[in-house]
């Protein structure tokens, strides 16, 4: 059975522009026990925009005002939020 992942996510900056872009960052953790999973994939739904978690579960990227984001990893199920 594939564990659900768990992540704190926080707004850190807006920017205006055409096409406001939006810096997104937070921490991906293990929903069990709360332990930081690094190397899960944080993507852009839709786009080719991406990263991955480091080794203490952070990430940031640059997204979309409206984009959803997706988080995946193996043994995991993947999680979309907007």
Do not use: W, Y
């Not at 960052?25 to 929903?31: L, Q, Y």
Request: aromatic residues 8%.
């Amino acid at each position: 059975m594939k564990r659900l992942l768990f992540f704190i996510l926080s707004m850190v900056t807006a920017s205006t522009s055409l096409f406001a872009q939006t810096d997104v960052s937070g921490k991906v953790t293990d929903a069990r026990d709360n332990s930081a999973l690094s190397g899960v994939n944080v993507t852009v739904k839709g786009s080719r925009t991406g990263t991955t978690t480091d080794i203490n579960g952070n990430f940031r990227i640059s997204t979309p005002s409206n984009a959803t984001l997706v988080f995946s990893n193996v043994g995991f199920s993947d999680k979309e939020v907007r």
